[in-house]
């Protein structure tokens, strides 16, 4: 007999080996129905599967949160059938469930086009109009590679391979047509419903290796309820609105080429915002942190000592120094972190208890080997810039810290226009990391503890853990925050680490004289300031504050009456701090308008004979139609309160 513990807390003595769906069915006939699959001890099953040993057992319905990754995982198989039926002859690979929906690689000589998804999508609603039951059947090796062999599956032949000795070789039908998978599934296919689209077809190696075969991926998604799929198709049509690589190139900003993958070529509109960026975070840590600059490339020795040559080293870029005497013969790595560099700077004289916490900040360029096609745009590059800190302090300081690094955090979101909920994410030890259990153990409990802390403080935030996910060196919070169109972007990062001031034997004197190594709190706030442009772009649709616009303001004439006066104003603007240019060319109103807010610039000022004479401007505001006619004074006056930005207004308010 096996004991099941139902969420109610009943618990019930079955036979063994009975099926969640013989359960489901002896409890009523309508649970069997609604029923798509079981949860043993948490763990989504098929709900046919034999249940062996005790357990806690939920039921999943159709509409159970859980049952998403299902919908999206039976219609990856469905599309696979829908190939190929439509095109025989195609060989099918892997076909897994993503973040917000699933893809599956096909092998075929001829490359899927945009043009073949509603023909996909056509055949792969009469597959779910027919709801197939899903049955599960285990092969033994030699019979699956025989199978996929004849069918002239290769690919699914090498899968089998890969799949350890001690895992059954699992065969998932849907009717006739079947495909090797872990599982689970639904109860049939007509359990996917009719909310699903196919997005996008891509071009993909196999196993992501460029020296294997390029398989043709189609990108889909799928959701319970139509209302949650049009909302989904709706928030992906304003993101390509929004999308940074487009305002890029619409408002000058950056772009990338060959010649330097993953290397971004700023504009000086961009590197405009980017130093505004760092001007603001610079004064954020004003009097609380030590701006230090550490070397961009150090022997690989100091990288064995922190751990980065074997835990990183395939994420880092090294070379081998070009002396001709063998003493030269160095490998140096070019710094994928800042914190050995900080580490050393720490290092450099005697430490006493009472000048802890130290805290030394960088806004330090660092490159990191990302593969070619996990590249895209500012969000995710080869070389960034990060705003980067750590902070040594005693254990008894620790959590003061972490507080105060949430602290800042938190304001400094809200003041670039963030100012939804935030989800922060404890990150516990994962299975290959450096240091003791004792050591993680003490670091993951304080952490626990300044979750709760920071659960309380502010009812914007939600807390999560992720078990396994923090770095090699120590556990972290995750901070995640939610723009305009309600996408998550994780950025910010606090990493609490005793293992590399242990590893390169820094200490501080405490108060009994004795050596202590101090607690290293990596932190940063924005993350990679590349990418965290590239998000708040996103976020405004380019539509900046005006603190932040590369181009505040153009001053645009009318006719050429207007030229001199034109240039009185741009001088007094730019007197006044503004950035400001104008456009004195021979050309139409309207169509400098349409000009310079395709470029997203925010104010206008347009003048003419009229306004000369009376030295007034009629400001006019991006995406709005409505003109306002003021003194050029007071036009200045207005538009340099607003230029202010958020930080400054607060200390200005404040005294």
């Not at 249940?51 to 859980?66: G, M, T």
């Not at 039926?85 to 899927?112: C, H, K, M, S």
């Not at 659960?455 to 999560?464: D, E, Q, V």
């Amino acid at each position: 007999m096996v004991a099941l513990t139902f969420p109610d807390g009943a618990r019930r003595d079955y036979p063994d080996n009975i099926t969640g769906l013989d359960i489901a069915k002896g409890i009523s006939p309508s649970l069997a129905k609604r029923t798509v699959a079981m949860a043993l001890d948490g763990v989504l099953a098929d709900l046919a599967d034999p249940i062996e040993k005790d357990a806690r057992i939920e039921f999943v319905s159709r509409d159970d949160p859980r049952a998403l990754e299902l919908i999206r995982h039976d219609a990856a198989h469905v599309l696979a059938e829908a190939v190929q039926e439509l095109w025989p002859g195609t060989q099918v690979t892997i076909g897994p469930v993503i973040e917000n929906g699933f893809y599956y690689d096909f092998a075929r000589n001829e490359a899927f086009t945009p043009d073949d998804l509603p023909v996909i999508e056509k055949k792969m609603k009469e597959i779910i109009a027919r709801d197939k039951p899903f049955t599960k059947e285990v092969w033994s090796r030699d019979k699956a590679k025989q199978v996929f062999n004849d069918k002239g599956e290769l690919f699914k032949v090498e899968l089998v391979d890969a799949i350890p000795e001690d895992q059954q070789i699992k065969i998932y039908k849907q009717g006739d047509w079947f495909d090797l998978c872990r599982g689970p599934h639904m109860t049939s296919t007509g359990k996917i419903g009719s909310a699903f689209k196919l997005m996008r077809v891509a071009g993909a190696y196999w196993r992501g290796d460029s020296n294997n075969p390029m398989l043709s991926r189609i990108y889909g998604t799928a959701f319970a309820k139509q209302e949650e799929l049009d909302a989904y198709l709706k928030q992906m049509e304003e993101a390509e609105k929004r999308d940074h690589r487009k305002l890029g190139r619409e408002m000058d900003l950056f772009h990338f080429q060959e010649e330097g993958p993953g290397t971004v070529f700023w504009h000086a509109n961009g590197w405009t915002i980017f130093q505004e960026i760092i001007a603001y975070m610079r004064r954020r840590l004003k009097g609380d942190y030590q701006e230090v600059n550490a070397p961009q490339m150090l022997d690989k020795s100091l990288w064995e000592t922190s751990g980065h040559w074997q835990w990183y080293r395939e994420s880092m870029f090294a070379a081998q120094s070009a002396g001709d005497e063998a003493e030269d013969k160095r490998w140096f790595a070019i710094k994928p972190m800042n914190c050995p560099g900080h580490v050393q700077i720490y290092k450099h004289g005697l430490k006493s208890y009472r000048e802890l916490p130290i805290r030394l900040a960088e806004f330090g360029i660092v490159h990191r080997y990302e593969a070619s096609g996990a590249m895209h745009g500012l969000l995710r590059v080869r070389a960034f810039t990060q705003d980067d800190a750590h902070i040594f302090c005693t254990e008894d300081q620790l959590a003061e810290e972490c507080l105060k690094i949430n602290d800042l955090i938190l304001s400094t979101y809200s003041d670039f226009g963030f100012e939804g909920d935030l989800v922060v994410k404890l990150s516990t030890r994962p299975e290959k990391r450096v240091g003791s259990d004792a050591a993680w153990d003490h670091a993951e409990s304080v952490m626990q503890n300044v979750l709760a802390t920071i659960a309380k403080s502010n009812n914007r935030i939600k807390t999560a853990v992720n078990p396994g996910e923090g770095a090699f060196y120590g556990p972290k919070f995750e901070y995640v925050l939610r723009d305009a169109i309600g996408r998550d972007w994780q950025c910010g990062t606090t990493q609490v680490d005793f293992n590399l001031p242990e590893r390169f034997d820094a200490f501080y004197i405490a108060p009994d004289g004795s050596k202590k190594t101090p607690v290293m709190v990596h932190r940063a706030i924005c993350g990679s300031l590349e990418r965290f442009l590239g998000v708040v772009l996103e976020h405004y649709a380019g539509h900046l504050p005006l603190w932040l616009a590369p181009k505040q303001a153009i001053v645009c004439t009318i006719t050429q009456d207007g030229d001199a006066y034109a240039a009185d104003v741009l001088t007094a603007a730019r007197k006044a701090g503004l950035r400001v240019d104008a456009d004195l060319r021979n050309e139409k109103i309207n169509y400098k308008v349409r000009e310079h807010s395709l470029a997203k610039v925010p104010v206008l000022l347009v003048v003419g004979k009229k306004e000369a004479e009376t030295r007034q401007v009629s400001i006019r505001r991006l995406g709005s139609d409505k003109q306002q006619v003021m003194s050029l004074d007071d036009a200045l006056k207005l538009l340099t309160e607003e230029a202010l930005p958020p930080d400054v207004k607060r200390e200005r308010a404040a005294g």
